[in-house]
């Protein structure tokens, strides 16, 4: 799946912000880059809302501030969870990886404990962003390759 | 979502597909077959004091176009929160204007022309009314009923503890509406019953 920036949104505070930041790594990343979660968030783990799969209709805007209208549906799948300790975690994830859902969940729980936040960013976090990274700059490097410039060097006109 | 409630929220169906077309076809067979007793694995871990056959119910029927409408002993924040988060539904304070109303008790339903009963064109659109009950069988120390028409062979005896002892007359008034009606399910500890707008009601 191509890797890109997080579109613009409403401005919010800045620990939104960093949940969005967090959350859209989750959401770009392999079911197993997310695996630590589970042993992270130990056992009690309640299943608010047990993974399901569904449709969202997605939105578009023509050059972003165009009228809005219904691009197509995607198949999501969405989860929640309350750790032991009482942090509740949510999440949607493009497909229908039921597993990758209710991980993405956990780690937005496990964001919401302060504590927690240096152990995720260098087990899961860092090495996702890395590896994300790495893609895009490949991609980037295979397409720049390919650019040929044109230009004229004398015009027939004359 | 308010944050301080999620630490509290409880959970809804634990497979949700497969527990909420369990609840579904319950409700479908308790209103085909009016005054069967339709058991029914509910939700143990529902907000109090909704029970546990009222919340399996309303998580399989409700969604975000069936306004719902709760009397005063339900609408707590708790189990606003909660089936705000499951179902989605939007919460009508009119009891007219409702899908579903849930009901907790006999004393609470008051008066049945205040739901809606739909109109001729659109009868379907009627309140569907949850009541919860003490629960059904002659050992309960119920009421008991003979009921009739559409789904029963003859005449069908039930037994219901905690429903109103003025049912059969409260409801009697409504079958001279048909096709508008009121539908009640009758949500006991364990099990399903329910009571269409076709059901004639007498005492025994």
């Not at chain 2, 069936?66 to 924040?77: E, V």
């Amino acid at each position: 799946m191509p890797t890109r920036a997080v579109p613009p949104r409403p401005a919010a505070d800045p620990a939104t912000d960093a949940r969005r930041a967090v959350m859209a790594l989750a959401a770009a990343a392999r079911v197993d880059e997310l695996a630590p979660v589970e042993a992270l968030a130990g056992p009690g783990v309640t299943d608010l809302r047990v993974p399901e799969i569904g449709l969202v209709m997605v939105r578009g805007r023509a050059g972003g501030s165009g009228r809005p209208f219904n691009l197509g549906e995607a198949t999501v799948t969405r989860a929640a969870v309350r750790l032991a300790a009482g942090e509740t975690g949510f999440a949607h994830v493009l497909g229908r990886d039921r597993l990758k859902a209710r991980r993405a969940a956990l780690l937005d729980a496990l964001w919401a404990r302060e504590a927690l936040r240096p152990t995720l960013e260098a087990e899961i976090l860092a090495p996702l962003a890395a590896r994300l990274d790495a893609a895009r700059r490949a991609e980037a490097e295979k397409a720049a390759a390919t650019r040929v410039d044109f230009f004229t060097l004398v015009r027939g006109d004359d | 979502m308010p944050a301080p409630l999620a630490a509290t929220l409880r959970p809804g169906f634990a497979d949700p597909v497969f527990d909420a077309q369990a609840a579904f076809r319950a409700a479908m067979s308790a209103l085909a077959e009016p005054g069967t007793i339709r058991s029914l694995a509910g939700l143990d871990h529902a907000p109090a004091p909704l029970g546990s056959i009222a919340a399996a119910l309303i998580l399989a029927l409700a969604d975000y176009e069936t306004p719902l409408w709760r009397d005063a002993l339900l609408a707590t924040p708790e189990i606003d929160a909660w089936l705000r988060f499951h179902t989605g539904a939007p919460f009508s304070d009119a009891p007219d204007a409702a899908a579903f109303a849930l009901v907790s008790g006999a004393e609470a339903l008051g008066d049945l022309d205040r739901f809606s009963h739909g109109s001729d064109l659109a009868p379907e659109a009627s309140t569907t009314v949850i009541l919860t009950v003490a629960g059904f069988g002659a050992d309960t120390g119920g009421v008991a009923f003979r009921l009739a028409g559409p789904g029963i062979d003859g005449t069908r005896d039930v037994t219901i503890a905690g429903a109103p002892v003025d049912l059969a007359e409260r409801r009697a008034a409504d079958l001279a509406l048909y096709p508008r009606g009121l539908d009640l399910l009758l949500a006991g500890p364990n099990a399903v019953l329910g009571l269409p707008r076709t059901t004639r009601i007498e005492r025994i």
